[in-house]
């Protein structure tokens, strides 16, 4: 049998978005941790231990995709609220993680992923004020469509250089 | 038949006699009662009962950090004598109070441990433990 | 496993209402099966103390029996199943045996041997069983059921000799037995018994005044209360937790140690009288309490009802007749009976894990 995970697709919002590039997977697994333990305690932390690991972190958009075992994702997923500061390397980073998505594949998140974006970008181009950023857009919306999955690196690339 | 029938009836009623009615509750305690006993390893401590709480509140905190010390948890009688006491739990947390009552090990540089001597969803059960019918 | 952190273990609440003078009225039929009961109070508010009548009932309790490694091959001597079981209500049950992990043993006064065995001591005894109700797939503990009053036990017969071999050659089991036999004219239990060290006991009787209580309001018509109005059967029984174990009702929900509530809508009642009495008391010495208590108010009194308490054996194998019992987190089998002074009552009957609903 193969153990089951949980992928949950998360956005880390920094207060200052500058910070973003000084952030590395293992602060983003370190603070994850500590807010389990604080809010779960040992049990918690010990449950979660076993594959909690972080899948992908995008520094420019603040992607993040966090795995977990089935069994106790829901520990991780109450604990992501409870987290208000990340600590790198002496320095506190405030922000807070907007879960997106949770899946059961890193497929399925990154599906969701597409659409999610799709959607940002959709509410973008209502905001446009001249029609040279208009039609950036627009030749971005139509080069992420589900068709497009089958070269996932490139797309989930594609949309963030339209960041 | 009643013995007693007779006499009774001769009595002035404040109502006809009630109609039969049975209704059955499945799982319908929303607490659990746990008696247990605080040990010492050698000489004790004096507690009180709030530091007794505290140290019930502060060994569900190590285990299950905030979301378990936050549980509703009363503690409904404390023995300053005897350390025995009688908690209410709600009963999505029996198993949390539990396991954390089992791996508390310290108060205040005293080994000690916690024996869990009855636990029900009544507290009535409390009152009433037959393994603790001593006829020696 | 998550979900296993919140799981809490399968209860029962039965409650009932009727009135004493209903021809139907199931009353004396459930005390009387509840077989073995380890402890028994009266709560009586508003009482300084026990009225006479009730109190000689209680004195007259009479006695029960410890007696020390009692072989099982004495219950099927048709010695006594002549003077004991063909003649009244005898009632025997295993003493400091736990049902969940010894082997127990209980003789019901229908005259039904009931044990409840390991796995190695049922293939050891060969004697016809059932696995227990509450072992899962791989039954690890089984019950076995003998009627010593059946025909096809007459002694010589094949059933009684293969009886016989299985308790005294196969499988000679021994253990602590309470006694208790309510026909006093029959020859004694001492004197039966008296190859073995048997020891004669006596309750024990508790009395606690408890004062300045809040009290619930009742109304012995609505069994689910009306907010505002009375309590319900439920609140009531949580109440009467409370009360048994001494424990404060009087915080105000910011209290840090407990924020525990008499039920709303309550009196205050200035005394209350609590009396247990603890040992193997038999059913129809409860049944006669019960009756006495139902005559407390044939003289006006201050308070509108009075309540009975009676608690099991948590590792005895039966709680209401012959329905399988067992420990799970706790073996609680109890009722209580509230006798309004209406001649109406409440009963409540609660039962743990390992138990069938009540009749």
Known sequence: MRFKSRYLLCELVLEDPRWRQNISQGTVVYNVREAIARTHGDFGAAACAVSLSVKYLNVYTGVLLLRCRKDFYQLLWSSLPFITSLDNRGQRIPCFINTLHVGGTIRTCQKFLIQYNKNQLLQLMKNCTNAAEKEAIRQSLQSCSLKSLEEPEFVLSKNEENE | MDPMHGRMREQPKLAGPTSYERIVLKNPSEHHYMKVQLEFNGEGAQLSATQFKLLVVSALKNLHGEVGSSLPLDLLSFDEKTLCAVLRVCSRGLVKLWSSLTLLGHYKNHECSIRVIQTSPFLLALAGNSRELDLE | ?359
């Open chain 3, 1 to 359: 496993m998550l979900r296993g952190l919140e799981a809490c273990p399968r209860h029962l609440l039965v409650c009932e209402k009727s009135s004493f003078l209903h021809e139907k009225s199931r009353h004396s039929a459930l005390v009387q099966s509840h077989y073995y009961n380890c402890s028994v109070s009266l709560l009586l508010p508003e009482c300084a103390s026990l009225p006479e009548h009730i109190k000689r009932t209680v004195d007259n309790f009479g006695r029960y029996y410890l007696v020390r490694n009692l072989p099982l091959h004495e219950f099927v001597k048709e010695d006594f199943i002549n003077t004991f079981v063909k003649k009244g209500a005898f009632y025997a049950l295993t003493y400091r045996t736990r049902i969940d992990q010894d082997n127990s043993a209980a003789l019901l006064p229908t005259g039904k041997l009931i044990l409840s065995v390991d796995k190695d001591t049922y293939e050891e005894l060969g004697l016809q069983g059932k696995p227990s109700l509450y072992s899962g797939k791989n039954p690890l503990r089984y019950i076995i059921k003998i009627d010593l009053t059946e025909e096809g036990l007459a002694p010589g017969g094949k059933k009684f000799q293969r009886l016989n071999w299985a308790f005294t050659e196969k499988k000679p089991l021994k253990c602590d037995f309470l006694l208790a036999w309510d026909n006093t004219g029959a020859p004694s239990i001492l004197s039966y018994f008296c190859k073995y060290t048997v020891k004669e006991c006596n309750f024990k009787i508790t009395s606690r005044i408890s004062r300045d209580l809040p009290c619930p309001v009742l109304k012995s018509g609505d069994l689910h209360g009306k907010p505002e109005e009375s309590c319900s059967s439920e609140e009531l029984f949580d109440w009467l937790g409370a009360v048994s174990n001494s424990i404060d009702c009087d915080n105000d929900s910011s209290n840090f140690i407990s924020a525990f509530c008499c039920p709303h809508p309550n009196t205050m009642v200035e005394r209350a009288h609590l009396c247990t009495i603890n040992g193997f008391v038999t059913p129809e010495n409860i049944q006669r309490l019960l009756d006495q208590l139902r005559e407390y108010f044939a003289e006006p009194k201050l308070t509108q009802w009075v309540s009975l308490i009676v608690h099991g054996f948590a590792d005895s194998p039966v709680s209401w007749k012959e329905c399988e019992h067992g420990f799970f987190k706790g073996g609680e089998n109890l009722y209580s009976v509230v006798v309004f002074n209406n001649q109406d009552y409440w009963l409540q009957m609660a039962v743990g894990t390992h138990d069938g609903c009540p009749p």
